[in-house]
């Protein structure tokens, strides 16, 4: 109770309502948690559906994981990469992330965050075109819903338009396209009709604005905060031919998908495609410190060295030893354990037949998931996209309540309920998973209907 006192008197959290925050009497406190499992200071056990916020890939109480950052700490807790000087564990990561991007991608520049790496994509491709000599390439190229950041550029590059009302954002140079949501968006459409129809939006656009301008295509393979928007298939390889048709370079934003979430390493190997830029963060240290990882083609950094000017980009905290040092054994950690495979070939499928029941639920109107990410659409009548009370947001709101107080941490994306649970949960946990969710949409269902 101290501490929700104290929440409310002097601290804010981040991407929340200071009113809600004061009106319920602070945040719930999160005080320790165990593999699959968040405790909160009234002693409430939470399966974490949500693996953190999308990041606690190896789950929780990892004791290697501190052991490593204690070790790193006591023996070279910080030192920059501003002074033509760098340490040995971003050095060690950076090759190891070389390898796993494999191809082209074996350049990587480090921050502490995914919106810090998606404002590095932001300097860097627009740095990149001046070099090149074609200065007029500013435009990036980004889909509605998107979600790449909060910082000025990152959350311009984002689509969600409730984010631009506050700081007057996108900054110019941004355009936003159809995102490739079926069930929103192109219900009663054959799929890959539709999908076909969300990859030619982005042409069309650029050749509204001009090839010539256009500097970059940036996307999530799967769109995480904007509703987990499962592409339809062939969807990826037509955006990738169309920025190969007119030499726009392809950005892909990694920071859910990357490390596994989807079956494979990346999502752009799920989806067979090549980017130019890779934005990571999240299951890169699986939450532990906060590091992220921007990848480049050797093609960009050939054209970087063909000058003699620095990159005047970065952070102090860039190639920070200890959080790279914590992301290089947490990696470790996904391949010793075959993390990847598990998702792939083990609670990935458990977890769609799971969601497949609870797609039978009279509510749901589709039960969507790839590899251990998915979402639960909230319908009013089945067999339609019909919202209750006509409009979008009011079902997911109550539904996610009802599962966090049932004992599930989920999220709620309008009317959709989104689940990114760790790596390491167990058939037990999946099931319990969905029978809260099933047990909230039938506790909320007579309020829903009145
Ligand atoms: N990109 C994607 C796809 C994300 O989901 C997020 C965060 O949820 C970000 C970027 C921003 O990362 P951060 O919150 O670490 O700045």
Redesign the pocket.
């Known amino acids: 109770a101290e501490l929700r006192r104290l929440d409310v008197a002097h601290h804010l959290p981040a991407q929340s309502s200071y009113k809600l925050q004061r009106d319920i009497g602070g945040s719930r406190i999160i005080v320790r948690a165990e593999g699959s499992t968040i405790y909160d200071g009234d002693g409430n056990a939470i399966l974490d559906g949500m693996a953190g ?2 990041c606690v890939d190896v789950g929780y109480g990892r004791a290697e994981l501190a052991e490593v950052a204690r070790e790193q700490m006591l023996e070279l807790p910080f030192y920059n990469t501003f002074f033509r000087t760098a340490t040995p564990p971003p050095i060690a990561l950076a090759t190891k992330l070389a390898g796993l991007l494999g191809g082209e991608l074996q350049h990587i520049f480090f921050n502490s ?6 404002d590095t994509v932001f300097r860097l491709v627009r740095t990149y075109w001046d070099i090149k000599g074609e200065p007029q390439r500013k435009t990036f190229i980004s889909r509605r819903n998107a ?5 000025v550029a ?1 959350a311009s590059l984002g689509g969600m338009s409730y984010m631009h009302v506050q700081g007057d954002l996108p900054i110019p140079g941004v355009e936003h396209v159809m995102q490739p949501y079926w069930f929103g968006d192109g219900f009663g459409e054959d799929p890959v009709a539709f999908g076909a129809r969300a990859a030619q939006d982005i042409e069309d656009r650029i050749l509204a604005i001009g090839p010539e301008k256009i500097a970059a295509f940036i996307g ?1 393979p799967v769109q ?2 904007g509703g987990v928007i499962i592409p339809p298939d062939g969807y990826w390889q037509q955006v990738e031919a169309i920025c190969r048709k007119y030499g726009i370079l392809l950005v892909l ?1 990694e ?2 998908c990357g490390f596994g979430r989807l079956g494979e390493w990346f999502g752009f190997q799920k989806f067979g495609v090549t980017p130019d830029i890779v ?1 990571m ?2 299951g890169l240290s699986s939450g532990y410190l ?1 590091i ?1 990882a921007t990848a480049v083609s050797r093609a960009i950094v050939e054209t970087l060295r063909s000058v003699d000017d620095d990159f005047v980009h970065g952070y102090t905290y860039s190639g920070h030893p200890v959080a790279a040092a914590v992301a290089l054994r947490n990696l470790e950690i996904i391949e010793r354990e075959q993390l990847v495979d598990r998702v792939r070939s083990d609670v990935g499928p458990y977890f769609a037949a799971a969601l497949a029941r609870l797609a039978a639920h009279p509510l749901v109107g589709e039960a969507r998931s790839l590899g251990l990410i998915g979402a639960v659409e909230i319908v009013a009548e089945k067999g339609t996209n019909r919202r209750f009370g006509g409009r979008e947001g009011m079902a997911g709101p109550m539904v996610r309540d009802a599962c966090i107080a049932g004992g599930l941490m989920v999220r709620a994306v309008r009317d959709s309920i989104v689940m990114c649970p760790p790596f390491i949960i167990t058939h037990e946990e999946i099931d319990r998973m969905v029978a809260i969710i099933a047990a909230a949409l039938d506790q909320v269902a007579e309020t829903l209907r009145a």
């Open positions: 916020l999308w965050s995914g919106s810090e790496s998606n979600y790449h950041g909060s910082t990152s999530e995480g905060a934003d920071v859910i934005s963060a999240k906060p992220s």
